[in-house]
């Protein structure tokens, strides 16, 4: 998995790509730390570029929500497709995580 | 004096005639033969004055030609009545039989509409436990099994992750654990050393170091305390770190399974069951059609059967015919005995053979031609129960004439 930081005053917003798998785990955290610090209310992570994410994975986004969620600030996933998609749809995630299209 | 015509028209040979058209010169007494010619002038015209004597003659003749028709006629119209009564039993039975046996099929089409229904109502439900649940419940209840699954999974892969980060700062503390150990070790040498100086400057300072050097010998027993426990620590952490290390690797295995298909093939689960729901609701669809047709059929037949009651006319109509037949058949005979009795001793009456031949020759049924045989040549003695011809009493009778048997 890679990821690319965008931030603006009020939306910090972060692209990524490729697979999040359990191998990824502490580069996630990593990112997650990075978006605890900065000091958008709203974090959007932009997925029309990932293409697998594992039960791992799925774990790992919803941590981070948690972990924004205690901080005041709000988790956004956007533009889920394929596999992704279908996984969230079945996970029933959209109860979880905000989710966009 | 006028002849009877009767019925058909004649061809000028008279092939086509009723035969017994009158031959003059046959004669009286003697049986006609053969379709005789036609002619007009062949006939019994003594149309204008004959001798009183030859009229007697003449009449005679003919009053002895129509007794002897009259007994055909008789025996004919008897004859039609046995056929009649045959008909009508066979009508009266073949209804009978088919009605029969349009009410069986009415019975099976009733049990297969039964069946159908049976079907029907099954279809709509699943026995489970002995207890029949509706289909729309049996596909919901799975599903929402499912979803709990999956929320199951997804709650386990957010733990396993959770502990995963866990353990990794764990590590992490126990590094620094191990430094600080080690630092303890570095500042126990250090009390050491400094304490083995004091002892030896206490030394040298004689008595008054006396106290000194007691002092110092206790912080060199201190310190060796002291490194006795750093080791008995760094065994215990070496403990832990193996412990966690293990711990986190079996975790770590925990966390790699990826459960992602399973969680997918709720997809396949939730199109399975959507399938067999349309597929049972079209199965009641047509089954529901089929209860219907079955029940048109038991309809139609019963329709049927009171149609049969046609029998009943046909038994009356047919019983009509055979009282007329009966009357005319009496009212017959009665004047042949008159005009018999008006006649001269001696008078010959003699069957018509070509009448017979001709109406015995257009029967295609041949039990029907046997049987009238009977009628009209033995008088109706030689037919057993059935009206069946009984040969041996037919070899014994003779007045047939010439009248074949097949």
Redesign the interface.
């Known amino acids: 998995m890679d990821y690319l930081t965008e931030q603006t005053e009020r939306e910090a917003t972060v692209r990524m790509s490729g697979r999040l ?3 990824d ?2 580069k996630m ?1 990593a990112l997650i730390k990075e978006l605890m610090l900065n000091k958008a209310k709203q974090q959007t992570i932009e997925l029309s570029r990932l293409e697998f ?4 994975g ?3 986004l ?2 981070a929500r948690e972990e924004l969620a205690n901080s005041d600030k709000q988790l956004v996933l956007r533009a889920a497709g394929g ?1 992704v998609k ?2 969230f749809t ?4 959209d109860k979880l995580i905000t989710i966009q299209d | 004096m006028d002849m009877i015509r009767l019925g058909r028209r004649r061809t000028a040979k008279g092939n086509d005639s009723l035969p017994g058209e009158p031959a003059a010169q046959a004669g009286v007494g003697q049986p006609a033969s053969g379709p005789g010619p036609a002619a007009e002038s062949a006939s019994q015209h003594h149309a204008d004055g004959d001798a009183h004597s030859g009229q007697d003659v003449s009449g005679r003749a003919l009053l002895e030609r129509w007794i002897g028709f009259s007994h055909l006629q008789q025996r004919t119209l008897e004859g039609l009545r046995f056929e009649l009564g045959r008909v009508s039993d066979l009508v009266e039975n073949s209804t009978l039989d088919i009605s029969g046996r349009f009410r069986d099929l009415a019975e099976v089409a009733r049990e297969q509409t039964r069946r159908v229904e049976e079907i029907a109502v099954l279809a709509q439900a699943i026995e489970i436990d002995g207890e029949p649940i509706p289909l729309e419940q049996v596909v919901n209840s799975m599903q929402e099994l499912i979803s709990e699954m999956i929320n199951n999974i997804v709650y386990l892969s957010t733990k396993a992750m959770t502990m995963v980060y866990l353990l990794d700062d764990v590590q992490r503390e126990v590094v620094d654990l191990e430094k600080s150990i080690g630092e303890i070790d570095a500042i126990n040498r250090q009390t050491n050393f400094l304490a083995l100086n004091a002892t030896i400057e206490a030394n040298r300072a004689g008595d008054a170091g006396r106290t000194f050097a007691v002092v110092a010998n206790e912080v060199r027993n201190l310190s060796r305390t002291t490194s006795d426990l750093a080791v008995r620590m760094r065994g215990k952490v070496t403990s832990v770190v193996k412990g966690v290390r293990k711990g986190h690797d079996i975790l770590r295995q925990i966390a790699n399974t990826d459960m992602s298909p399973q969680m997918l093939a709720k997809e396949r689960v939730d199109k399975t069951m959507d399938c067999l729901v349309q597929q049972t609701h079209h199965f009641q669809r047509v089954l529901e059609g089929a209860a219907a047709t079955s029940g048109e059929m038991s309809g139609n037949i019963s329709t049927l059967v009171t149609r049969m009651q046609f029998q009943d006319l046909t038994k009356q109509m047919l019983e009509h015919a055979r009282d007329s037949l009966e009357v005319i058949g009496v009212g017959a005979g009665e004047l042949a005995e008159e005009t018999k009795g008006v006649l001269p001793a001696g008078a010959e009456v003699s069957v018509p053979q070509e009448w017979l031949d001709h109406l015995l020759g257009r029967f295609t049924l041949s039990d029907v031609r046997q049987r009238f045989v009977r009628h009209l040549l033995l008088e109706g003695t030689a037919l057993d129960d059935q009206g069946a011809l009984d040969t041996t009493a037919i070899s014994q009778d003779s007045a047939g004439g010439d009248v074949e048997l097949f």
């Open positions: 798998t359990f191998n785990h502490a955290r994410v594992d039960s791992a799925i774990g790992m919803l941590i596999q279908r996984v079945v996970a029933q995630i």
